[in-house]
Every structure is written in structure tokens, then in C-alpha cells.
């Protein structure tokens, strides 16, 4: 959501809310304290455990208004073509295995060249500039059931553009023939 790291929002039913204990201790979450027990203040207190990290509040909060006055809808739909973009220029070049649909995609690409960890391929493009994930993203069970490993995966969100895909590709073809010159 654009803001700064280590804060984050709970949202959820009040009473799904008062029947959880909180994971955290800290000052404002008591109401009352005994030798014997203690009794959680209310919502939204009761999860809220010491100082708050103000600066990151603060900064979360500027993040949210941003948001807003974008629109989501229209954020959703910035993620959506560029993914669908994404999607359909590394399609195009043979060799590549694009995972996931065609069609209402979110900004995230899935992909794997033969015969290159995805690790390797993210060190070379790197090297272009291009930053991308790689490994099983918290999906292990998605990837036995694809046969794979791991695969390389770029990110798209509000601040990338269709010139950045671009770069992606253009650092891919040089991965590519880079590693092709080491295969012959």
C-alpha cells in the first residue's frame, strides 16, 4: 500500500475481535490488572500494545489518503494492464513459460526460462537493472503441482510503467544470449 514498513491495519468483526486474545503485551491493551488475571481493554485498544511507532502511523495513514484520492478501482485497473502487457510481450518469446491466465491478471508475472534456475536468471538481470523475484513465493505446494522448483517473478504496481516491462524484456533477451553463448 506504499506506506512504511512495520505497521499494518486489523481489520475484522467486533465480535470476532473481542474473542481474540492479543499476541502482543504492552501498555493501553490492559483495562485492569490483578495478582490473579487481567482483563483486555476495548477495541481498538485492546491490540495495541505500548507506543505505537507514530512516524509510521503517520506515514501509513499519508499512504491511505493517497490511495483514496487515486481510486482503487483505478489503481486495480493500472496493476491489471500492465500484468495483461506483461503478460502478452513474454508470451511472444519462444522458450519462455508464462504461468497463470491471460486475462484478469493482477500486476504479478510468474515465469521460467528452460534450463535456468530462476535464481541465475535474477542475477543477470539484475546486472541490467531489473529487479525481480525468484524462488517458490510462499507457494510450494503450487509449484510440485507445476513440476517446477522455483520461478522468476516480476511486480507490477501504480508507479511502473509499460517502458519498464520493456526494460524487463530487453533484460531478459540479454540474459538469454548470454546464457545461450555458454550452451553452444
Request: proline share 4%.
Amino acid at each position: 500500500m506504499l506506506g512504511p514498513t512495520g505497521v499494518g491495519v486489523l481489520w475484522g468483526r467486533p465480535e470476532i475481535l473481542d474473542a481474540m486474545d492479543p499476541f502482543l503485551g504492552g501498555g493501553e491493551m490492559i483495562r485492569e490488572v490483578h495478582l490473579d488475571h487481567s482483563t483486555w481493554n476495548d477495541l481498538p485498544h485492546k491490540f495495541e500494545a505500548g507506543t505505537m511507532n507514530i512516524a509510521q502511523a503517520v506515514g501509513f495513514g499519508a499512504a491511505v489518503d493517497y490511495l483514496d484520492a487515486l481510486g482503487m478501482e483505478n489503481v486495480r485497473e493500472h496493476e491489471r494492464r500492465l500484468g495483461e502487457y506483461a503478460y502478452r510481450r513474454l508470451s511472444a518469446i519462444g522458450g519462455i513459460t508464462v504461468y497463470g491466465p491471460g486475462k484478469d491478471r493482477t500486476g504479478l508475472v510468474s515465469f521460467s526460462l528452460p534450463d535456468v534456475h530462476p535464481h541465475d536468471l535474477s542475477q543477470l538481470l539484475d546486472e541490467e537493472g531489473v529487479a525481480i523475484r525468484s524462488g517458490h513465493h510462499c507457494a510450494q505446494p503450487l509449484m510440485r503441482r507445476l513440476g517446477v522448483a522455483a520461478t522468476a517473478r516480476a511486480s507490477f504496481y501504480l508507479y511502473n510503467t509499460e517502458e519498464e516491462v520493456d526494460a524487463l524484456l530487453t533484460a531478459l533477451e540479454h540474459a538469454r544470449r548470454f546464457l545461450g553463448a555458454f550452451a553452444r
